[in-house]
């Protein structure tokens, strides 16, 4: 043998093997070897963590709080990467059998489920939207404060599509949505009222709720239930009223009957305000009937001011609470606005504004309430229904119980024969 290849041998046997990292290897000890001196052994180590998806989740977490910088760091680095196995291993298993019960460590997913229903729809849905806004849903869990800054991007990059557009002309609201997983985001996160604490002020979110995609979702031929029960849960929850009353309006669109309890739930909340009731009130003229009249006769002596507005060149209005609601009960009543005082040339007579139910001055609006409340009195009973003819009295001579009919005489017997 040469002293070359003599020299080599033994440099070869006295080397030291860098450490490898199997299949079977520990997370624990794995994370530990992403602070190897080893540049071969910290990857080795990376790519096995990775591998090891969801099984190397708490072991990571734990190394991002460890007093060598390099394993923290590394661990913080490699963190999201092995969440994202983790998470679709998850949501592989939550579709494979809809029957079973759903896995657990999926962010929002209960909630998801309590609003949307549980099935195989459903976890279609959450599915669908985890793919594309699982960080914003991740967030909400550990940050709110940090989802609710993800959901405003989400609502200032919409409302910048919509601009562009407007710049050259093009004034539409249907390329808000990429797809229907941006509208599964939006019902779902708009009714996290943990996120909704750090608005501040009106958010852009309003944009979204124009257009034909969601009323197109919406609708019983192209929507699904568990996307029509996402946004009624939106609709109960939104903390901001102006949307609500939008909301109610995209329900009147596709005649959701189901939002009428909600509209009922929210007129009965003690805490809500006179200014949110009023906006709630109106949807009772697209999904509500007669039968809901004298729900909002508590209202009629309610003279707090929602709003003056002026149309044009008019007069200037001024709306009440009262205003509001008897104008939506002479609408449930099947009569007209104008007979009972209401200016009928602006926003197609009432609807489901409350801007429209205003009067010129206290006069005028007397008039109005004491003529619908001696038209109610004539025609309606409590329950908001017509009228019921009374019977008629009975006369003096007439006996008011039919007498019972005389029993015939019995028959005479036959003569007996001597």
């Not at 734990?62 to 969440?83: F, H, N």
């Not at 509208?183 to 009714?191: D, E, P, V």
């Not at 004298?294 to 009629?300: E, F, G, I, P």
């Not at 003096?396 to 015939?408: C, G, H, L, M």
Request: some cysteine; overall charge positive; charged content about 30%.
């Amino acid at each position: 043998m040469s002293i070359i290849a003599a020299l080599a041998l033994a440099n070869a046997i006295a080397a030291p093997t860098a450490p490898s990292a199997g299949p079977t290897s520990k997370p624990e000890e794995l994370v530990r070897q992403l602070g190897d001196k080893s540049f071969r052994t910290r990857e080795v180590a990376a790519r096995e963590l990775i591998r090891q998806g969801s099984t190397a989740v708490a072991a990571l977490t734990e190394g991002t709080k460890s007093t060598d910088a390099e394993v923290s760091e590394r661990s913080r680095q490699l963190l999201p990467q092995v969440a994202s196995v983790e998470r679709n291993e998850k949501l592989a298993l939550l579709l494979k059998d809809p029957s079973a019960p759903p896995p657990k460590g999926l962010a929002g997913l209960e909630r998801f489920l309590k609003a949307a229903g549980d099935s195989k729809a459903s976890r279609e849905l959450y599915v669908e939207m985890m793919n594309i806004h699982h960080r914003a849903i991740e967030l909400a869990d550990k940050d709110a404060k940090a989802a609710a800054m993800e959901y405003q991007l989400f609502c200032e990059e919409a409302f910048n599509r919509y601009q562009a557009g407007a710049r050259v002309g093009r004034y539409t609201y249907d390329n808000l949505f990429a797809g229907q997983a941006d509208i599964t985001f939006l019902f779902f996160i708009s009714a996290d009222k943990r996120l909704r604490l750090y608005e501040n002020g009106i958010n852009r979110s309003y944009i979204l709720f124009n257009g034909t995609q969601l009323t197109k979702v919406l609708s019983e031929k192209d929507g699904s239930p568990p996307m029509r029960k996402l946004f009624l849960d939106w609709l109960e929850n939104e903390p901001q009223s102006y949307q609500q009353q939008r909301g109610f309006q995209l329900a009147a669109q596709v005649n959701m009957k189901e939002a009428l309890p909600v509209a009922l739930r929210l007129l009965e909340k003690k805490d809500n305000d006179n200014y949110s009731k009023v906006q709630v009130m109106t949807a009772l003229t697209k999904l509500g009937g007669k039968e809901h009249i004298a729900m909002l006769d508590k209202y009629a002596s309610d003279n707090a001011q929602v709003t003056t507005i002026n149309f044009g060149n008019g007069d200037q209005l001024s709306v009440q609470t009262r205003d509001v609601a008897m104008g939506v009960q002479v609408q449930l009543a099947g009569q007209k606005l104008a007979d009972f005082g209401f200016d009928t040339r602006f926003g197609n007579g009432g609807g489901m504004s409350y801007h429209y139910y205003g009067f010129r001055d206290d006069k005028s609006r007397d008039e109005a309430h004491a003529k619908w409340k001696e038209w109610a009195g004539k025609n309606l009973t409590k329950t908001g229904d017509k009228k019921e003819p009374e019977p008629k009295k009975a006369d003096a001579k007439t006996p008011a119980v039919p007498e019972k009919p005389k029993e015939p005489p019995p028959a005479a017997k036959p003569a007996e024969k001597k």
